[in-house]
């Protein structure tokens, strides 16, 4: 396969029964070809990261032509499959969600996250049905991960939330998606649950409280992702030897072993 579907075609194929993608997020071009060259199957977009990049809070304040810009730069450094965060999908309506999705497809993008926020779960499956049939009617293909936030906004708790994650997969399910990301959920028994009653791939987000990959693999989650723990990483180690600068150390700290400028020069050669 060939085109702009062949990328999702790849995408849908790490999330086999059996599979377990750990998906670093990248925020430009160089920590895209990082995250490639550390041997990531593929690479997805942080939002958060993405936007400071370019000056911006999270939470699609980044202009949409600035983050399809952006993403077009990740997409010509690489050559994994990439999956761009959407966030609620930069539109007021369902079908503005959905050409926004069909023109990350049509520059190549393999799959996206749509999220359900503080929004009613029936907007984020209208979302879904908009842009599964707007892809389908201009022959493109994505890989459609529906995120929810039940565990992150705290609205309910315990057996009520893990109640709501599954009625809300299993809808999500049904308006088209192809992966449920549930960031927040990390128990081993409530993984085993969603895994069993929602019949898509199940993505978690990377934390201390998540089991091994080997536990996670067992289970039956299909995709970790790391969210800005990449961009937060290098911010923070930017930032302490910016200050040793600033106080005449001129010996980088030590962050194990560095790259160099040769190294970072010839990804790009």
Request: hydrophobic share 50%; net charge neutral; glycine share 8%.
């Amino acid at each position: 396969m060939s085109g702009p579907n062949a990328s999702a075609a790849r995408l849908r194929a790490l999330h086999a029964p059996g599979q377990l993608l750990v998906l670093l997020n990248a925020w430009d071009a160089a920590s895209a070809r990082l995250a490639e060259a550390a041997g990531g199957a593929a690479v997805a977009t942080s939002s958060a990261a993405m936007a400071w990049a370019h000056g911006a809070a999270d939470g699609e304040r980044l202009p949409f032509d600035r983050l399809l810009a952006a993403t077009r730069d990740i997409l010509a450094a690489v050559r994994v499959p990439v999956s761009v965060d959407l966030e609620r999908g930069y539109a007021a309506s369902a079908a503005g969600v959905a050409d926004a999705v069909c023109r990350l497809a049509e520059a190549g993008v393999a799959g996206v996250n749509l999220e359900d926020g503080a929004e009613p779960p029936e907007a984020l499956a209208a979302k879904l049905l908009a842009a599964r049939g707007a892809l389908g009617r201009a022959g493109l293909d994505l890989f459609l991960n529906a995120r929810t936030d039940v565990f992150l906004r705290r609205a309910l708790s315990g057996d009520a939330a893990l109640d709501e994650v599954v009625r809300r997969g299993r809808w999500y399910l049904d308006a088209g998606c192809d992966g449920f990301f549930v960031p927040g959920l990390s128990a081993a028994e409530a993984l085993a649950r969603v895994v069993a009653e929602v019949p898509a791939p199940l993505n978690v987000w990377a934390s201390p409280a998540l089991p091994s990959l080997e536990q996670l693999r067992s289970l039956g989650v299909r995709r970790v992702s790391v969210g800005p723990r990449l961009a937060l990483t290098a911010l923070s180690a930017a930032r302490q030897d910016a200050e040793q600068v600033l106080l005449g150390r001129w010996a980088p700290p030590s962050h194990g072993a560095p790259l160099t400028y040769a190294e970072v020069n010839a990804w790009f050669a």
